[in-house]
């Protein structure tokens, strides 16, 4: 990991309801092929009915090496298998978490605790980046 950056952070509402909040996730990929690195953007949305109650969106930028990176070069296609992806994608999320209770710490919304997120159903195939030369 490279980079951790808090891309979007704010609480929409005065107090936190009471009882069970809904939470939306997105995830999406980022890259950069002369850098060669990859990013994951984590967004989520706690709802209070439909309407957005707190929303934090982060990213993670994780460097590869050059020879990982050129090892995943094919046909003229960057591909990176899912199973990496998954992988930076954890890492994201896990990072989130902590930066949900920092930023939530001493407030109403620090019970807020980012649940467990299926990233298997999330992220089911991998990422292809066609080349151009």
């Known amino acids: 990991m490279r980079q951790i950056r808090v891309n979007q952070f704010a609480i929409l509402a005065d107090d936190a309801p009471s009882g069970e909040i809904p939470v939306e996730f997105g995830v999406q990929f980022k890259t950069d092929t002369v850098g ?5 953007a984590f967004i989520t949305r706690y709802l209070n ?3 957005p109650l707190l929303l934090l969106e982060m990213q993670c930028d994780f460097q590869v090496k050059p020879e990982d990176w050129d090892s995943l070069i094919s046909d003229g296609k960057l591909v990176f298998p899912v199973e990496f992806l998954r ?37 089911n195939q991998e990422l292809i980046i066609p080349l151009t030369e």
């Open 36 to 40: 060669k690195w990859i990013a994951v």
């Open 49 to 51: 009915g439909s309407a």
């Open 87 to 123: 992988h930076i994608a954890l890492h994201t999320v896990g990072t989130m978490r902590g930066v949900l209770f920092c930023k939530t710490e001493g407030t109403a919304f620090s019970r807020f605790i980012l649940p467990t997120v299926n990233l298997e159903a999330m992220i």
